[in-house]
């Protein structure tokens, strides 16, 4: 497994912003750049979403993608993610879903609510932190156990985004590499990344 050279062609990787988008800094922005090839959503209205919207364009994008898939996405593209119908979901072979939100905790999000809770038809891992002001962790852990996903609990990540100092975030990286590899039979390949070097190292 190298860290050069283009996406394997086997795979695409869908990049699923929360509300109000993921900026610069934010590791989903990072990862897209350095993806050759990666696709991002993007959203028509980002401050007022509503989860028709979202979800018809999420499911176009992952059917017109060249390649199977494999999602990533934070807060409130977790939950448009577990929305999206059967041909869509079809052409997913992973999904890596990152500090999801609760819909019911705001009411722009609303109308995302009630989020499902039946089994993901693919593999999926979650992951979230004890202290996110979106959604409690117990609640992350709910979704987890109804979604089939495996679970990561992080101690006192925030929201996993820039303000709680995710930028590049390695440990994310490398469960993409994860997915991305069971996905394909392959390793995710992107360009020269030195934290993931050290944390290929420190295994």
């Known amino acids: 497994m190298t860290a050069s050279g283009p996406v394997a062609a086997a795979t695409s990787v869908v990049v699923v912003p929360g509300w109000r988008d993921s900026g610069a800094g934010h590791w989903q922005t990072l990862w897209a750049e350095r993806i050759p090839e990666a696709i991002r ?11 028709n919207a979202w979800v018809r364009t999420l499911e176009s994008t992952i059917l017109a993608a060249p390649h199977p898939v494999v999602v990533v996405a ?3 593209g977790c939950i448009a993610t577990t929305h999206i119908g059967p041909a ?6 992973g999904a890596l879903l990152v500090a999801p ?3 019911e ?3 722009v999000l609303s109308d995302f609510a009630p989020v499902p809770y039946a089994a993901l038809p693919y593999r999926s891992i979650l992951v ?24 990561v609990r992080l101690q006192n990540a925030g929201h996993i985004n820039v303000e709680s100092g995710h930028g590049d975030w390695p440990l994310g990286w490398a469960l993409l590499q994860s ?3 069971e996905a394909q039979d392959a390793a995710l390949l992107a360009r020269p990344d030195p934290s993931l070097e050290r944390l290929r190292s420190a295994a």
């Not at 869509?88 to 072979?93: D, F, L, P, Q, Y």
């Not at 004890?130 to 609640?139: M, T």
């Open 41 to 51: 959503v993007v959203q028509d209205d980002w401050i007022t979403p509503t989860r």
């Open 74 to 76: 934070h807060s409130l």
């Open 88 to 93: 869509a979901a079809e052409r997913v072979r």
């Open 101 to 103: 939100a609760d819909p």
């Open 105 to 107: 905790r705001r009411a």
């Open 128 to 151: 979230a932190s004890s202290n996110d002001p979106y959604c409690p962790v117990r609640l992350a852990g709910a979704y987890a156990r109804a979604w089939g996903s495996e679970f």
């Open 179 to 181: 997915l991305a590899g």
